[in-house]
């Protein structure tokens, strides 16, 4: 069974760049959100496998929807996406519950073994 994940991006570009990469390796895209709160209610919605969440997003931050999923399921699988030079956030993301991180602009096998490595 493929593995069903939810997007979060505030960005509509970059939804779309993700998922095409996930879609094309087999996973499933459950959902897509486009800040923090909307991330928490499909989260809980949908209960996907795994979830790809920007960090700067308006509305709800990424870290501070990252802490709430981890209340609700401790086992929350989240990969933090970061533009360069957010190093600092991404440290709070790590310490916070994220399983790991990758770097806009999505590099396919980057995305992928990321995944790969927080599903394993």
Request: aromatic residues 6%.
């Given at each position: 069974m493929a593995q069903r994940i939810l997007?979060?991006?505030?960005?509509?570009?970059?939804?779309?760049?993700?998922k095409d990469i996930l879609t094309k390796n087999g996973f499933e895209v459950v959902g897509e959100a486009q800040d923090g709160a909307q991330a928490i209610e499909k989260y809980n919605e949908l209960t996907p496998d795994l979830v790809t969440m920007d960090i700067t997003m308006?509305?709800?931050?990424?870290?501070t929807a990252l802490k709430e999923i981890k209340k609700v399921n401790g086992d929350a699988k989240i990969i933090m996406c970061s533009a360069m030079g957010q190093q600092a956030m991404v440290i709070d993301a790590i310490q916070a519950g994220a399983k790991d991180f990758i770097v806009k602009p999505f590099q396919a096998d980057r995305v992928i073994e990321a995944i790969q490595k927080a599903l394993s």
């Open positions: 997007i979060v991006d505030d960005a509509a570009f970059m939804r779309m760049m993700i308006p509305e709800m931050d990424g870290i």
